[in-house]
């Protein structure tokens, strides 16, 4: 495992100018519903955050890697702009680029796991990734999950659901039942020993979301919701606070 240094282009309200400015090998956040290559979306805007990495720009097309299953795809220059410059993706403003990657060093992978779990639990907690206070409204992983959960007998709308049984329940669940496996891996025992059975709860939820089973998904994610207390307090334990 490598720690990388890279630049970050922040191109405000205009895309770079040309080819070369984009570059090689640059990751950036493009709004998922506006990737026409992908069969499943209509191209419309839906605010859900994906990062691709360009490869090669040319007059007429992108050349782009998409970790969604999409190898080598392209876009017209046009269609790839619009889903770079959505204005409903959250996590960075339009037209934001990550390139020039440099290696600085090699870094162990347990190491590195555990450098992480202070982070972990602070997100956990309601936290950010660093020690500044946080936002206003912010919650905790438990809290937020109860939220949802209240939320679903009275009905979803169609963008919720969709991101729920479409992506979120899905990779959710494939990410604590490797937050279990490495856990374990770093000395966090009681805290895998959480996510596990946390995962098996959470994939669990995705057929109750897509055959409507509303209070099924509901009674589910209400037992997640009960465990999240516990992961932070295991995961605060193994840091040491």
């Known amino acids: 495992m490598s720690a990388h240094q890279w630049r970050r282009c922040d191109g405000g309200h205009q895309p770079p100018a040309t080819s070369q400015q984009v570059g090689t090998s640059a990751g950036?956040?493009?709004?998922?519903?506006?990737?026409?290559?992908q069969p499943w979306f209509a191209?419309?805007?839906?605010?859900?955050?994906?990062?691709?990495?360009?490869?090669?720009?040319?007059?007429?097309?992108?050349?782009?890697?998409?970790?969604?299953?999409?190898?080598?795809?392209?876009?017209?220059?046009?269609?790839?702009?619009?889903a770079w410059n959505s204005q409903l993706v959250e996590c960075a403003g339009p037209f934001t680029m990550r390139s020039e990657f440099r290696r600085v060093r090699r870094v162990d992978v347990p190491a590195?796991?555990?450098?992480?779990?202070?982070?972990?639990?602070?997100?956990?907690?309601?936290?950010?990734?660093?020690?500044?206070?946080?936002p206003r409204g912010a919650l905790g992983a438990g809290a937020a999950v109860e939220r949802l959960a209240a939320h679903v007998p009275a009905g979803l709308d169609d963008r919720t659901r969709g991101h729920l049984a479409g992506f979120a329940v899905r990779v959710g669940a494939r990410r604590l039942s490797d937050a279990s496996l490495w856990l374990a891996e770093v000395g966090a025992p009681d805290a895998a020993e959480i996510a596990g059975p946390q995962a098996r709860l959470l994939g669990s939820v995705q057929y109750s979301l897509v055959a409507g089973a509303a209070q099924a998904a509901a009674a589910t994610l209400q037992q997640l919701a009960a465990t999240y207390d516990d992961l932070c307090d295991a995961v605060a334990a193994a840091c040491g606070t």
């Open 28 to 37: 950036r956040p493009v709004d998922i519903g506006l990737l026409l290559h």
């Open 43 to 82: 191209g419309e805007a839906n605010g859900s955050d994906h990062w691709v990495v360009v490869l090669d720009v040319d007059d007429e097309r992108v050349l782009f890697h998409d970790p969604d299953g999409f190898p080598f795809a392209t876009l017209p220059i046009g269609a790839f702009a619009a």
């Open 112 to 134: 590195a796991l555990r450098s992480s779990l202070p982070t972990a639990q602070r997100w956990l907690a309601g936290g950010g990734q660093d020690e500044r206070p946080a």
